[in-house]
């Protein structure tokens, strides 16, 4: 069974940046298509980013092109994603999540994703 376990999220400052951890337990993270994704108060799941098992490519919503980044550490089985510039739209809760699958047509929707991570908030003060 695979466990996701996100940290690292906190309150920051507009302009600040952050870094979010996704450590993955029971199979190498390399398995798996890893995404993250978030979610803002009374508003639904958005996809955020996502590094697919086959190519290593990775894919990012237009909201945070540019000021994101998603990449994976396999020593110690971790998926980080490093956010810049943050803005306060950037507040919400973070997941991360596995799919086993790899379908690229579908990498930013949630339902393809297998397992999830319990989440981790991240507040944006102006």
């Known amino acids: 069974q695979v466990q996701l376990v996100e940290s690292g999220g906190t309150l920051v400052q507009a302009g600040g940046s952050l870094r979010l951890s996704c450590t993955v337990s029971?199979?190498?993270?390399?398995?798996?298509?890893m995404g993250w994704f978030r979610q803002a108060p009374g508003k639904g799941q958005d996809f955020v980013a996502a590094?697919?098992?086959?190519?290593?490519?990775?894919y990012y919503a237009d909201s945070v092109k540019g000021r994101f980044t998603i990449s994976g550490d396999k020593a110690k089985n971790t998926v980080y994603l490093d956010m810049s510039d943050l803005k306060t739209e950037d507040t919400a809760v973070y997941y991360c999540a596995a799919d086993s699958n790899g379908i690229l047509s579908t990498i930013t929707s949630g339902a393809q994703y297998d397992y999830w991570g319990q989440g981790t908030q991240v507040t944006v003060s102006s």
């Open positions: 029971g199979r190498t993270f390399s398995t798996y298509t």
């Open positions: 590094l697919r098992r086959s190519s290593g490519h990775t």
